[in-house]
């Protein structure tokens, strides 16, 4: 069975501070997908970035990077120089290969909470 | 692109009654998925649909069901409702085509409170 974990769940930063999001996933499936979601106040999950397993390049966006490690299952979300917009509940998600199983497996989520 | 569109948004239903859920996906997208979030379980999976047929689902009582349309809009239904079912119902949709596994999008929610 597939298992996400946040084991953050709570952060609270002061602006421009980086912060770093920790996710540890539990697969037997050698290609699966690992994702991030953001939740705002407003409720709605905002899709962040996809990776797929056999891609560990890690990536940069902006404020925002990924640390993907399949030796260490953790796939985990940096955004540096934080700002009071950032301030949600942050969710890691994983999917298991195939195209019939689209189903979404979502850690607990880590509210961050960024102060001016 | 517009995008997921969930109605209603809100909701108060008696335990016992029965509801209806809405969900209109993304132009061009053909699976669409939905999710309960609560405060103690967290987001989990319901079911998935795609051209009309349900692919998966979650580890729901089948009081829990749902469907889709030809246009790909979805709708899921709760019957008998009970007060643990009040929760944050997600409609997410994706393009999905084979072997791969899209990105899911998400709409606002529909807020349920059963009373």
């Known amino acids: 069975a597939q298992k996400v974990t946040q084991a953050q769940t709570e952060i609270s930063v002061v602006e421009k501070e980086d912060v770093t999001l920790d996710c540890v996933y539990e697969t037997r499936d050698t290609t699966y997908y690992l994702f991030w979601y953001k939740q705002p106040p407003s409720g709605e999950l905002v899709f962040l970035i996809r990776r797929n397993s056999f891609d560990e390049q890690n990536e940069i966006s902006g404020r925002y990077s990924w640390n993907f490690q399949k030796s260490t299952s953790s796939f985990n979300f940096t955004i540096t120089a934080s700002q009071v917009v950032d301030s949600a509940v942050y969710f890691c998600a994983l999917s298991e290969a195939g195209g019939a199983n689209s189903k979404l497996t979502f850690g607990k989520g880590i509210t961050l909470s960024v102060r001016p | 692109k517009a995008g997921v569109t969930q109605t209603p948004r809100y909701l108060i239903k008696t335990r016992g009654q029965q509801v209806t859920l809405s969900c209109s996906p993304i132009?061009?997208?053909?699976?669409v998925s939905w999710y309960q979030q609560t405060p103690g379980q967290g987001l989990q999976f319901l079911f998935e649909?795609?051209?009309?047929?349900?692919?998966n689902k979650g580890n729901f009582p089948g009081r829990f069901s749902g469907r889709q349309f030809s246009n790909s809009r979805s709708e899921m239904n709760v019957s008998t409702l009970e007060l643990g079912d009040s929760a944050l119902y997600l409609c997410?949709?994706?393009?999905?085509?084979?072997?791969?596994?899209?990105?899911?999008?998400f709409g606002p929610g529909t807020r349920l409170t059963v009373t």
């Open positions: 649909y795609f051209s009309e047929t349900q692919r």
């Open positions: 132009s061009g997208h053909r699976s």
């Open positions: 997410a949709s994706s393009l999905l085509s084979g072997r791969l596994s899209y990105e899911q999008y």
